[in-house]
Each structure stands twice: as structure tokens, then as C-alpha cells.
């Protein structure tokens, strides 16, 4: 497996030491994804020798599609290692024009299956980014009947949530208060928390608790191509920490329970999430009484 890194800022010297794949977004065209302008992005291709995943995982409207078709054919004339999508556009420009890029199938909670992933093979996917919402053991399965290149998540904030709607912003114009941060915290009944953001794409909604995948990332460590460690909403000399960690185990110089100590210690969380928990049960049949 690939370390993959999705990146919260432009601090590129910092993860070569650990691994030289990374997902960014495009300005106007992406969220969930740190962004960068495609002349930045031109000069971070001319500065290293890195594996470049672009995310075009915005969901377009009419008025969008000009743009995203120029910068779909500007990436074509770049060395990238894929495109991640959401919207289908994205799929469509790239076949419509006959370019040779990589796309990764990228509609969050969607990829869930492998008939749907063998649905996007066919169409010429390279990539399925696999939601964050199904068991090892699923993954496992999905891996066993598709030649689909899968990549998943393995730390960080798992994305709960997202609107196309600005609900921060009408929270506090409904309750006429100010918006003072970016990001704000917001809690259940169970007050089990949620980081809450909003960009002019929309708002996210976020776990608090960081996702230590360590256990399920030697799991499967033979059938993901990548495993992403997000940044997002981390501390960066932490993330650097834990980016390290990983790829000690990756490299094996140091063990399962080890490492899982390690990223235990770094941020207190040794929650595997839906890894290991199902989230589809089936409905008991009622049984009528005598």
C-alpha cells in the first residue's frame, strides 16, 4: 500500500521524508481538499517528483462547466497521477474529449459496492475512493471481485456530511448573531461532537475524534493501493508525527500494536470507526401472534 496524503496546506518539504503521493483541490472547482491554483499546481510538477491526485468533487451547475472542461484539459497536459469526481461532468468531458487521464470514482458514501465499482471500470475508472462507512470485511469482499485500484481512508476526520446549502451562515442570520470562526463545534444529546465548516461551496460536517485506522490498514494492506491520512482540521507537527508512523509500519520497522500505541498517544483515539462496526442490518420480519 501507498501512503497518500491530502493536504491542509502548501508545506510540501515536510512529507517527503514519508511519501510523495498527495490529493489537492482545484480553486472554484473542489471542496473537502486543501486548494490550489492550476498555475500552483503546474509549479508544484515542475518542483518534485511527486504522485499528484487532483479533486474535481464539487457538484457542478450549468454555469460551472466551462470552467472545469478548461481545466480538465490544462491537467490532461500534466504529468497528474488521477482526477478524483464527484460529479459525473467530469467523467463525461474526459470521455467526450478522449483524454488519457486517470479518474478515480469519488461520491463519497456511494462507493460501497463492487458492482458499482465494476460499473466504473467499465466506463474506464482506474480508481474507487471507498466510503468511510463499511466494514474491513466489506472492503475485503469489494476488493476480491473487482480490478478496480481501491483507496480508502485510514486517519484522520471522516467526513459525516455535506450540504450544498450555507448553514452556518443562515444559523446565525436565523438567531441574529455574528459568525466569528471558521470552524465550529456542534454536539448531540449523547454530546458526541462534530466539527461544522462552511465554505462557498457549501458546509461539511465532520467527526471530532480522529479515525486510527492502523489496525484495519495492516488488514488490508495487500488489496488498497493507497491509504489516505486526511489533514484536515489537524494540527500539522501532530500530523507530521503520525504521517511518520505510518510509514514506519508501512515499512515494517516497527509492528501493528506498536504503531497503533504510537497513534494512541499522538491523539488520544484508538477509534477504528466503521471498520469494524456494520451499518446496514436487516429488517426482523414481524411474526403475527396466535
Not at 59 to 66: A, E, T, V
Amino acid at each position: 500500500m501507498k501512503l497518500l496524503v491530502s493536504l491542509n496546506n502548501k508545506k510540501i518539504e515536510d512529507y517527503l521524508n514519508y511519501t510523495n503521493s498527495f490529493i489537492i483541490g482545484i480553486k472554484d472547482l473542489s471542496i473537502n481538499n486543501y486548494l490550489f491554483s492550476l498555475e500552483e499546481v503546474k509549479d508544484l510538477l515542475n518542483k518534485y517528483d511527486i504522485n499528484l491526485f487532483i479533486s474535481l468533487n464539487a457538484n457542478y451547475f450549468n454555469s460551472d462547466l466551462k470552467l472545469l472542461e478548461n481545466t480538465i484539459l490544462e491537467l490532461s497536459k500534466l504529468n497528474i497521477k488521477g482526477i478524483l469526481f464527484y460529479d459525473l461532468a467530469v467523467l463525461e468531458i474526459v470521455k467526450r474529449n478522449n483524454l488519457n487521464i486517470p479518474l478515480c470514482w469519488n461520491q463519497e458514501h456511494m462507493v460501497n459496492n463492487y458492482n458499482t465499482c465494476n460499473y466504473y471500470y467499465s466506463k474506464g475508472c482506474t480508481y474507487a475512493y471507498l466510503t468511510s462507512d463499511i466494514t474491513k470485511e466489506e472492503m475485503m469482499e469489494i476488493s476480491k471481485n473487482t480490478k478496480i485500484k481501491l483507496i480508502t481512508m485510514f486517519f484522520g476526520h471522516p467526513l459525516v456530511s455535506f450540504s450544498k446549502r450555507e448553514l452556518v451562515t443562515n444559523y446565525f442570520l436565523f438567531n441574529k448573531k455574528k459568525k466569528e470562526k471558521e470552524v465550529y463545534t456542534i454536539k448531540n444529546k449523547d454530546s458526541e461532537g462534530y466539527f461544522i465548516t462552511e465554505s462557498d461551496k457549501g458546509t461539511r460536517i465532520l467527526t471530532t475524534e480522529y479515525l486510527n485506522g492502523v489496525k484495519p490498514f495492516c488488514y488490508l494492506h495487500d488489496v488498497i493501493e493507497y491509504g489516505v491520512l486526511d489533514e484536515q482540521l489537524i494540527d500539522h507537527e501532530l500530523f507530521i508525527k503520525v504521517l511518520k508512523v505510518f510509514k514506519d509500519l508501512n515499512d515494517n520497522q516497527i509492528d501493528m500494536e506498536e504503531a497503533n500505541k504510537k497513534v494512541f498517544d499522538l491523539t488520544g483515539s484508538d477509534n477504528t470507526m466503521f471498520f469494524d462496526i456494520k451499518t446496514i442490518y436487516k429488517v426482523k420480519k414481524d411474526e403475527k401472534k396466535n
